[in-house]
């Protein structure tokens, strides 16, 4: 029985082990399945069977995990080993998980002390991300010790709480595997050999690196070698990444020819001769990137050689996803060549706004700048706003000094300016311009003291820009050979769009001008217009050509318009109750009002009226009228007439700097008593009426009167009293007394005179005198020559005038 019953159980267990094996796949996925599903893991395919050896051998397994797939074919497994023939490894996107934020925590593996070693004859991973699959071999040659080999050659040794070895890498790999559209990494070769460790929580990277970025455009090459030691730390938690840089050596070398990038121009040699060609880069001894946030705490770019460059910038933090939105950082920049004595660069970036100052010092101005200059200063200082794409907000400042600087035929001393360049949120613009100095020379111009300010405002918005401009200038003298300026004052205002329209007041030597303008690029039309205004101050201008010249008395005003650009202008100027002394000669009360033309270097003035009330010179000359007009240059004098010695007087022309002419003076109705009794001293009193012509020559600077002549008209008389010369002539020439004694009263029935003046004064006259002594009934015909210097009885007359002594002494104290 017992027997029986044994035969059945073990009929039974064989069954049950049999229809176990047949339906092995479907027991396994029913038993295996759902704890692997605990895990994440999906077991989507297992074929596996025991061979005769009793060892199970798989040939496809197909598990999922997070959205990675991996499968695994020619699977042997025993007590000993565990080899894979292949293993293909799919990496896609991770999905979305609440358990995103959970913190990683430190590895605790429950690693078996005794268990099959892992053998992965070829592992292929394939990405998205990859150019082209990675392949590599794994083995394990010792429990927990791994070797890896193929695209990527490492070591890796497992413990219960740290996973650590270490790996080699090259450019090669990186080429091939990388799937990225940058030509630029065909240039880049490096190698390094890597130590890692990973705890769970952080993993430590740490060994040598060489790498080399050889760039070439067109014919310019740059080379970036960087050796040395690199640590690298990641902490899962903290998702902070932390580069040790320090033991870095970065150099970076340009070819010469790289200098031709530079835009040609006429600096281009200059900045070609400044640009270092080796650098050195210095780099912190940590840089961290934590959550999207960069810190890097000092870069140093140093160039080597005698162009001695030195740019630091520290302290920087800023969001790689949004570079420019929260940037911080700190820059110093020193610059030294042998062109350049010092340029001091400080600035600090916060976000889009930037700070700073700046100076640079040169002893000499560049070469391609046409001047030369020394001691040139330039400093500053900026706070900008809003400046990376968008127009920037706050100011720009700049001082610029300079000992001397000549450019263009201008030789300036001790010359200093202040811009300051401002803009608000409104894009609302203003410039301003304060410039000094000392003193400037053009040619034979030379200028003193110059102080100008000038404020330029306009909105920068949408439309067409428009630029308010102000403007004062002071200054103390401008002097040259021919004329003399004091006490310059102009205050200008002018509008700037597509062409400028301005106009400036100003105040020169206390002559008042106003002068508005238009400049176009196809005309520059202009005013002047000079206000109702004293004479007095053209005094400065007048003693410079003719310093014994002075106006005493008068107003004057005008109104000029042209085009600049045309060289051709109108103009209307009045003069009224203008006076005027020249040495001793004094006239008074002088109307004009002319108007003309200048036009290609010719000025014109229409015939015009002048009413002069009074001249005084010794004799007195009243109700001056006539006409003066300019053609072409040359002024002309005509149709003058007058009153003097109590008669009427005309002059008929006179060509104002023309050498050589003759000018007609006639002479009606002269009243001889005034005439003859110039000198009241002299005893002698004519009465009677005169007549004359007398022809003026001008010849190269020389007036002389040749074949004038004198004449009564109607009759007059002669009485001699008391004259020295006549009674000493009487008195030595016993004989004449007779014929003498004659022109003591004598009534005159006709006097002819020849009139002849030297250049030198001398006057001549040859008097031909017929009348009748009715004291002794007896006709008179007389004959007698007369030379007298006119020059120095005029002078004496002049002397002897109380109103012109008045005037000039009222004059004397109103110049003091």
């Not at 595997?177 to 929580?201: C, R, Y």
């Not at 040598?208 to 067109?218: G, N, P, V």
Request: charged share 20%; with cysteine.
């Amino acid at each position: 029985m017992f027997k029986r019953i044994g035969l059945i159980v073990g009929v039974l267990l064989l069954s049950t082990l049999l229809l176990s094996y047949v339906f092995r796949l479907p027991l396994l996925q029913w038993a295996i399945a759902p704890e692997l599903e605990k895990a994440g893991v999906t077991l989507n395919c297992l074929d596996f069977s025991i061979t005769s050896s009793l060892n199970i051998h798989a040939d496809k397994v197909c598990v999922n995990y997070q959205n990675q797939q991996l499968q695994l074919t020619g699977i042997t497994a025993n007590t000993k080993r565990v080899d894979i023939e292949n293993a293909v490894l799919t990496v896609n996107p991770l999905p979305k998980s609440d358990n995103a934020n959970q913190l990683a925590k430190n590895l605790d593996l429950a690693l078996p002390l005794n268990r099959p070693l892992i053998n992965i004859k070829q592992l292929v991973v394939k990405s998205d991300e990859l150019n082209k699959p990675l392949k590599i071999s794994i083995l394990e040659p010792e429990l927990n010790k791994f070797n890896v080999s193929g695209d990527i050659n490492a070591s890796a040794i497992l413990t219960a709480n740290k996973v650590r070895g270490q790996f080699e890498i090259n450019d090669t790999f990186l080429k091939h595997v990388i799937n990225t559209k940058n030509t630029l990494i065909a240039d880049f070769n490096f190698n390094t050999q890597q130590a890692f460790s990973f705890d769970g929580i952080e993993l430590e990277l740490n060994g040598d690196i060489s790498s080399q970025f050889a760039h070439t455009y067109e014919q310019y090459k740059v080379n970036v070698l960087t050796t040395g030691k690199l640590a690298t730390r990641f902490n899962l938690n903290s998702q902070a990444l932390v580069f040790n840089t320090d033991l870095l050596n970065n150099k970076i070398n340009l070819t010469p020819s790289c200098t031709e990038l530079i835009p040609p121009s006429e600096y281009a040699g200059f900045i070609s001769k400044q640009v270092p060609l080796n650098w050195q880069l210095k780099l912190p001894q940590s840089i961290r990137l934590e959550a999207s946030e960069l810190r890097v705490p000092a870069i140093n770019l140093v160039s080597v050689g005698d162009k001695q460059f030195d740019i630091l910038i520290t302290d920087t933090t800023l969001n790689i996803t949004s570079p420019f939105k929260d940037l911080q950082s700190t820059l110093s920049a020193q610059i030294n060549t042998p062109n350049i004595n010092n340029i001091n660069v400080n600035a600090q970036l916060s976000g889009a706004a930037i700070k700073g100052d700046y100076a640079v010092m040169l002893e000499n101005l560049p070469e391609f700048v046409p001047a030369t200059a020394d001691g040139l200063s330039l400093s500053g200082h900026f706070n900008i706003s809003e400046f990376i794409d968008s127009k920037p907000i706050g100011l720009i400042n700049a001082k610029l000094t300079l000992n001397s600087v000549d450019a263009f035929d201008i030789s300036a001393v001790q010359y200093q300016g202040d811009l300051t360049a401002k803009m608000d949120k409104q894009l609302n613009a203003e410039v301003t311009l304060t410039q000094q100095l000392k003193s400037a020379e053009y040619k034979e111009f030379k200028v003193t003291d110059i102080s100008n300010t000038l404020t330029a405002n306009a909105n920068l918005g949408v439309g067409e820009l428009f630029a308010d401009l102000t403007a004062k200038t002071n200054i103390k003298a401008v002097n040259s050979p021919d004329i003399k300026l004091n006490n310059i004052k102009i205050e200008s205002t002018g509008l700037q769009s597509r062409a400028l329209k301005a106009t400036h007041h100003a105040f020169i030597n206390d002559v008042e001008l106003v002068i508005n303008h238009h400049v176009s690029s196809q005309a520059h039309p202009f005013e002047v217009i000079i206000p109702e205004q004293s004479t007095l101050p053209l005094n400065a201008f007048i003693s410079q050509f003719e310093p014994l010249a002075q106006l005493t008395e008068g107003e004057f005003n005008g109104y000029i318009s042209g085009d600049i650009n045309l060289q051709n202008a109108l103009f209307n100027i009045g003069i009224s109750h203008a006076s005027a002394l020249y040495n001793d000669y004094l006239a008074s009360d002088l109307n004009s009002t002319f108007s003309g033309e200048y036009n290609s270097g010719k000025l014109n003035v229409k015939p015009t009226t002048f009413n002069l009330n009074e001249f005084r010179a010794g004799a007195v000359v009243k109700a001056i009228e006539g006409q003066w007009q300019v053609n072409s240059n040359t002024a002309l004098i005509n149709d003058v007439k007058g009153s003097v010695f109590g008669g009427e007087f005309s002059l008929d022309s006179y060509t104002v700097g023309k050498p050589n002419q003759v000018a007609n003076v006639k002479f009606e109705n002269i009243d001889a008593s005034k005439l003859v009794t110039l000198d009241d001293k002299s005893g002698i009193v004519l009465t009677g009426r005169l007549a004359g012509s007398l022809p003026v020559h001008f010849d190269s600077g020389k007036i002389e009167i040749i074949d004038g002549s004198l004449f009564s008209q109607g009759t007059g008389n002669l009485k001699i009293t008391n004259n020295a010369a006549f009674d000493s002539v009487m008195q030595q020439q016993q004989e004449l007394q007779p014929v003498l004694g004659l022109l003591t009263n004598l009534d005159i029935q006709k006097l002819n005179s020849s009139v002849a003046l030297k250049n030198d004064g001398w006057l001549k006259l040859g008097v031909n005198l017929q009348g009748y002594n009715k004291a002794e009934q007896q006709q008179v015909n007389f004959n007698y020559n007369h030379e007298e210097n006119v020059f120095t009885l005029l002078r004496a007359l002049r002397l002897s005038d109380e109103i012109t002594q008045k005037v000039e002494q009222q004059y004397s104290q109103k110049g003091n």
